[in-house]
């Protein structure tokens, strides 16, 4: 089945530590997707990769960064995780012919 | 400033009878609205959606309603059922003319289906 993968589901980081999730997709969508969704709150656009091309939010904390190394993957590098950073990181796909997207499970990150 | 809102963080509804989210938002540039259904550890997954051209959308048990000059949409389901229980988002895309934009999300409702 065509889906989007997100590894690791749960990841443990210290205060500090950079850290790196991982989405891959079988899709072969063209547009890849990055959001936090902190407790009780609605998912939020970090970023997103259209083809090659970056696309930052104008909110976006410089800590987060992002690389696509080709279509089937992206990352997500959060250089020094603060205990703010703790939420669920969502990754979806999607192309210009659909209007949704499509989501992988998430990573929940957890910052000690 | 959030710029989609529902304003009901829960609602729980009778088995068999009628489920009816709500959704406001800020930004007249939205042009394309979406409702997504959550499981708990699963990521969201795409339900239904419609064009801001369009005041309703309709599949099988599911129908969105558009209201543009209130800026509000509703999503009805009917019947409900144990397994629609679930948190709903909704949200909205603005279209900007360069490629896929992403979402705009409002906080969720969880949706219990009481049998």
């Known amino acids: 089945d065509a889906m989007v993968i997100q590894n690791p589901r749960y990841q443990v980081t210290q205060f500090g530590k950079p850290v790196t999730l991982s989405c891959s997709q079988t899709?072969?969508?063209?547009?890849m997707y990055w959001y936090q969704q902190k407790s009780s709150q609605a998912p939020k656009l970090l970023f997103h990769y259209y083809d090659k091309d970056f696309n930052n939010e104008a909110d976006t904390p410089d800590n987060f960064q992002s690389r696509r190394p080709n279509t089937s993957f992206c990352f997500l590098d959060i250089r020094s995780p603060g205990l703010g950073d703790a939420a669920m990181y969502l990754c979806?796909?999607?192309?210009?012919?659909?209007?949704?997207?499509?989501f992988g499970p998430g990573t929940r990150l957890t910052v000690l | 400033d959030q710029q989609v809102k529902q304003n009901s963080p829960s609602l729980s509804v009778q088995e068999g009878r009628i489920s009816i989210l709500n959704c406001d938002y800020t930004?007249?540039?939205?042009?394309?609205f979406l409702w997504y259904k959550k499981y708990p550890a699963e990521g969201p997954t795409f339900l239904i959606s419609i064009s801001s051209i369009k005041d309703k959308n309709e599949d099988g048990r599911f129908t969105v309603f558009l209201n543009k000059s209130a800026k509000h949409l509703s999503l009805h389901i009917v019947p409900s059922q144990p397994g629609d229980s679930a948190v709903y988002f909704c949200a909205a895309r603005r279209y900007s003319g360069g490629g896929a934009d992403g979402l705009t999300f409002g906080k969720g409702t969880h949706l219990i289906i009481q049998p």
């Open positions: 979806a796909t999607g192309t210009d012919s659909y209007n949704e997207q499509f």
């Open positions: 899709l072969n969508h063209n547009v």
């Open positions: 930004n007249s540039m939205f042009d394309y």
